[in-house]
């Protein structure tokens, strides 16, 4: 609290304070998204899709969501960085005030990006053409 009160000008001198932001923004960037935010968006992803009429066994589900975690982490883990380091700079370095409004914008962003890249299954080849040729119609 103490740092995030200061002036820009000493929050510049403060090092135990940048430290501590660093701190900060190493813990959820390297121990909270890899290890709790990915696997639990993949698992809560994989049982909203398959449906309640699916007759995969929790494990199934589980073992499915790891498996496309396992094939997308680096590239999730380093879209995540670069819009986390960043943004966790401005969150935890703004007045408290301003902390939450810059945290809720940011994690919008995080989440339209996530839809994006991650929103929905991969549709086969035919599909894609399929939609192609519709829409140039």
């Not at 940048?18 to 290890?35: C, E, S, T, V």
């Not at 935010?37 to 790891?66: C, I, K, N, W």
């Not at 408290?96 to 809720?104: E, F, G, K």
């Amino acid at each position: 609290v103490r740092f995030a009160n200061l002036s820009w000008s000493e929050k510049l001198r403060d090092r135990a304070g940048q430290a501590d932001l660093a701190k900060q923004i190493a813990a959820d960037n390297f121990g909270h998204n890899p290890f709790l935010y990915f696997p639990l968006f993949y698992v809560v992803r994989e049982v909203v899709q398959s449906g309640s009429g699916s007759d995969q066994t929790y494990a199934d589900l589980l073992h499915t969501s790891m498996r496309k975690y396992w094939d997308n982490c680096v590239d999730d883990n380093l879209r995540a960085a670069a819009v986390w380091i960043p943004g966790g700079l401005v969150v935890y370095s703004v007045p408290l005030w301003l902390r939450m409004p810059s945290s809720h914008f940011i994690s919008l962003s995080w989440t339209m990006i996530m839809s994006l890249f991650r929103g929905r299954e991969a549709t086969s080849e035919a599909s894609c053409h399929q939609l192609s040729q519709t829409s140039t119609e």
